[in-house]
Nanobody
């Protein structure tokens, strides 16, 4: 059973920064592709970015240049550094991994950006 536990998030003013972390259970974390999604008032599950097991990264156009994904395989952790936040980034953020046909999600973390 895979568990994803998220920390971070909160309330920040526009232009500010926040960092989210996601710690995964499981012995094969280093071989997993990990993703970040978010749920806004208008989009149920929007892809934010993802990192392959080999370190390849892609981002949604809306966050390119502002968000950075990193991972620490020793700590089974993936992080999302969010800079220059704007109110449109307000959402519940989820980390995700897809394994053997199953989708696993973190519990979700609220990020609120005030104008």
């Amino acid at each position: 059973q895979v568990q994803l536990v998220q920390t971070g998030g909160g309330l920040v003013q526009a232009g500010g920064s926040l960092r989210l972390s996601c710690v995964a259970s499981g012995r094969s974390f280093s071989s997993w592709a990990m993703n970040w999604y978010r749920r806004t008032q208008t989009k149920d599950r929007e892809f934010v970015g993802g990192m392959t097991w080999s370190g390849g990264i892609n981002y949604a156009d809306s966050v390119k240049g502002r968000f950075t994904i990193s991972r620490d395989n020793g700590g089974n952790t993936i992080a999302l550094q969010m800079n220059n936040l704007n109110p449109e980034d307000t959402a519940v953020y989820y980390c995700n991994v897809n394994l053997e046909g199953r989708r696993y999600w973190g519990q979700g973390t609220q990020v609120t950006v005030s104008s």
